[in-house]
């Protein structure tokens, strides 16, 4: 569905992403994973077209999508939900939902929204018994349930999730996680950027791991769990030299 | 069971290229990172992974060699702490020190798959009784097939130091349905069959699947006729790698290279230059998902051509002939890989002031390789005492046994013997 290839990308004279390809295939989670600033929003961002890149190529379901102005991937079925959720504080939860659909809006697809609305709130529950409050009151748990909500009225066939467990509690964690697979159960594909390793690969499919704008390990995400690098970065720790925690005589 | 990992094995070309893009940039990524060797290697020519935006790019990067291995001894080429090393397999080696190959966890499991897949693919099934017959130089390999075989749900009986007869005995009463072993080693126990009058039909086989050394049209034909079985041939290296990185399927018209894991390329011996299907050259071999000891362009010795166009099987894997040859110097002895330098430095070492000249002669018996070193008799050799001689060459026997693995034969023979070949000391007569 989505296929990545050699992608380099700068910021300013950094260079944020070095020769990252990677892919998503219909229906499956994907995680990209690594340290703060190893590029993994980077790449999510280069995929909506919010930055831009200065080599390499995306597709999205057989069609090139780079170069294309962001509005343009929205509408050729790519979401993005950012990191912090972003959501319009000031507006009530559903105004912003209503506003995920503006592509659609401007097409007079009035109808679908109003029944995307239906679902997004079957989805959500919480949202729908919150639907007149301002979203700036809700928790944070709701305010990224929202985010996703408001991504999906956009009617996308994949999915970015940008840090979705970032500053929530572990059982809020949970709770999103869990959502994450009931959207792909429901047929939706999904990239999803995170720094929480664990729980990320515990719902995904594929991951791979990025450092420093480079890929250096990916697989399937049982494989990544088990990886003594990838529990290393997880856990923190590292081995500074090649026989340390190898007892020599 | 056909196919044992049938996604993979027919997957899309474009999807394949995509995911060996991706596995080779990543091992590029981690080789340069975490293995000092590497590093200066690329930079030496100022190459850097960032470089490759296509498989083919490839071609840009170094080439590692046996020599580079030997240099690098023992851990010089790991890319992973030892920490995370669970297995660490050895095999002689061509040069002066063995070679020491690391596995972690995880790549054990990838290996397993790989070799599971390629067992498959020549018919072992859950229900087979799996023999392992080869050498103790191969030992590496036997560890592969048995997980490989055990994986699918086979009853499998490990390599064992048993004799010929004992083997086949056992191949008989356990009722052996798939034997794994090397081409010659089949031929050989056709031979002793004859021997111990045991009839063919008697036995429960239905394959026996070859690895290690080429495997003659003529050589197919007699094992399947008197043993009316189906042979199967398998490709890989010994000394780095297991023994499933290619394989025939059912149609038995070519080898089907295990492509998401490994990138094969060949190339002409004399420019490096990549040869086009049907054309002989060196197999190349650069490993895609070894996380522990993740080798680059390695210089196999081996020569094979790759075949083009499609294969009914439904496999989307490229293919390659079997071995055709080796390069250079290195000898494949009862598929297992020596130079003859490593027979100079044993001879020299066990016996004290050498100074005359050897060969290496190697011819078969039975269809099993046999090697004869012809020494130069001289007066450094020559005691008076034969018992003094005697004890000598059976130490140097057992220190080529010992280093190599390898049964050997002494004969001492007159200087002008080994004149008549006109080969410097250490030359090879190969009668195989």
Sequence with gaps: MLRIKNLHAYYGRIKALDNVSLHVRPGEIVSLIGANGAGKTTVLNTISGLIRFSQGEIRFEDSKINGLRPEKIVAAGISQVPEGRQIFAPLTVRENLELGAYLRFKKKENEGITSDLDRVFQLFPRLKERSGQIAGTLSGGEQQMLAIGRALMAKPKLLLLDEPSMGLAPLIVKDIMNTVSELRKGGMTILMVEQNARASLTISDRGYVLETGRVVLQGPSDELMDDSDVKRAYLGKDYKTFWEGRERA | ?432
């Excluded at chain 2, 790019?57 to 046996?66: A, E, G, M, S, V």
């Design chain 2, 1 to 432: 069971m056909t196919f044992w990992d049938g996604e993979n094995e027919r997957i899309k070309r474009e999807d394949l290229e995509q995911v060996q893009l991706e596995r080779l940039q990543s091992t590029l990524n981690r080789a340069y990172k975490n293995v000092p060797f590497y590093r200066k290697e690329f930079d030496a020519i100022g190459i850097d992974p960032g470089a490759l935006s296509s498989v083919q790019d490839i071609t840009k990067f170094p080439f590692t060699t046996r020599e580079d291995l030997g240099d690098n001894y023992p851990y010089g080429l790991f890319a992973v702490p030892l920490r995370d090393i669970v297995r660490i397999s050895s095999s002689t080696g061509t040069t002066l020190k063995p070679v020491v190959v690391g596995y972690t966890m995880r790549g054990l499991k990838v290996r397993e798959a790989i070799t599971s897949r390629f067992l498959a693919a020549g018919g072992v099934l859950d229900t087979d009784v799996v023999q392992i017959c080869l050498n103790p130089g191969l030992s590496n390999w036997g560890r592969a097939l048995k997980e490989g075989a055990e994986h699918i749900g086979a009853s499998v009986m490990p390599m064992s130091h048993m004799g010929t007869t004992k083997q086949l005995l056992t191949m008989q009463d356990y009722k052996t349905s798939v034997l794994l072993t090397t081409p010659s080693y089949a031929m050989h126990m056709v031979e002793v069959m004859k021997s111990i009058n045991m009839d063919a039909g008697t036995l429960s086989l239905k394959a026996i699947i070859v690895m290690g050394e080429a495997l003659s049209q003529e050589m197919r034909e007699r094992l399947e006729s008197a043993l009316k079985i189906d042979v199967r041939a398998a490709y890989g290296p010994s000394d780095v790698m297991g023994p499933g990185i290619a394989f025939e399927c059912a149609e038995k018209n070519g080898l089907h290279i295990s492509e998401d894991h490994f990138l094969l390329e060949i190339i002409a011996s004399d420019s490096d230059a990549p040869c086009a299907p049907g054309e002989t050259g060196e197999v190349v071999l650069t490993m895609l998902t070894a996380k522990a000891f993740p080798l680059i362009r390695f210089r196999t010795g081996d020569l094979a051509f790759k075949i083009a166009g499609s294969c009914p099987c439904g496999r989307t894997l490229e293919r390659m002939s079997g071995i055709t040859g080796h390069t250079g110097e290195v000898l494949t002895i009862r598929g297992v890989k020596v130079h003859p330098a490593q027979i100079d430095r044993i001879i020299k070492g066990a016996i004290k002031g050498f100074s005359s000249r050897f060969l290496i002669h190697l011819y078969k018996e039975s269809h099993l390789d046999m090697t004869e070193i012809w020494l130069e008799m001289n007066d450094a050799l020559f005691s008076d005492e034969m018992k003094v001689l005697d004890a000598t060459l059976k130490y140097l026997r057992e220190q080529i046994l010992e280093i190599l693995g390898l049964h050997v034969t002494i004969r001492l023979v007159e200087a002008e013997t080994i004149g008549e070949y006109e080969k410097p000391s250490g030359g090879v007569i190969d009668e195989r």
